[in-house]
């Protein structure tokens, strides 16, 4: 079966420093894969997603960016955080080459002070 | 485009009672359609998915939705809520082919 991971859990960092959150999966190959954020009391904002190894799409221009450098592995980024920044951060996978549904990692709580 | 409309921001039920939650679809063809809940602090997880192969699908803990393509409907039902229901859910539908369109959510409160 396949699973979904994300680390850290949760992370506080203060303003002006860099982030870097991962997220794995197991259990598939060549997956499609999703960065989401989650801010406080709001819906789901789709950050970037990727269907292949160094193929990124970018959403929203913002402070972030993201890579993928293994078939199975996304990292999200950013070289000096904003307070705007703070949310719940929430990684994805789904199948490739169709409208299938996503499957959710546990979310990383990132908290700017 | 795909589109989906929640229309219910905050459902309230008693435990015990039945739970319907609303969701419109625009479309000018059959999508897929989804139904994820979140609770507190977690990720999203699918409870059922519509794929046109059956107009009733059933999901996970009890959960059903019945697609209606004369109302442009996918609303999810529940016949007997229970405290761990409470939680945030959201209907969605694909867009494109490999992102998804998440309805703005609806939080549902189960009272004892």
């Known amino acids: 079966s396949q699973t979904i991971h994300q680390w850290p859990a949760t992370l506080v960092q203060p303003v002006g420093s860099p982030l870097s959150l991962e997220c794995t999966v197991e259990g598939t190959s060549n997956p499609n894969l999703y960065w989401y954020r989650q801010a406080a009391g709001r819906g789901l904002q789709l950050l970037f997603y990727?269907?292949?190894?160094?193929?990124i799409s970018s959403e929203v221009p913002q402070n972030l960016s993201a890579s993928r450098p293994q078939d199975r592995q996304f990292i999200l980024s950013s070289k000096k955080l904003l307070l705007s920044d703070s949310g719940f951060y929430l990684c994805?996978?789904?199948?490739?080459?169709?409208?299938?549904?996503?499957?959710f990692g546990p979310g990383t709580r990132l908290t700017v002070t | 485009a795909q589109s989906v409309t929640q229309l219910d921001s905050h459902v309230s039920v008693s435990e015990g009672t039945p739970v319907l939650l609303r969701c419109n679809y625009s479309?000018?063809?059959?999508?897929?359609l989804f139904w994820y809940v979140q609770h507190p602090n977690k990720g999203l997880q699918l409870l059922l998915k519509?794929?046109?192969?059956?107009?009733l699908v059933k999901g996970i803990n009890g959960f059903e939705a019945e697609f209606k393509k004369s109302e442009t409907s996918f609303h999810l039902t529940k016949p007997s809520a229970h405290m761990s229901d409470a939680a945030e859910y959201f209907c969605?539908?694909?867009?494109?082919?490999?992102?998804?369109?998440f309805g703005t959510g609806t939080r549902l409160q189960v009272f004892p």
């Open positions: 990727s269907v292949g190894i160094g193929q």
């Open positions: 994805a996978w789904s199948v490739t080459g169709g409208a299938y549904e996503q499957y």
């Open positions: 519509y794929t046109s192969a059956a107009t």
């Open positions: 479309s000018s063809y059959s999508p897929s």
């Open positions: 969605v539908a694909p867009e494109g082919t490999d992102k998804l369109i």
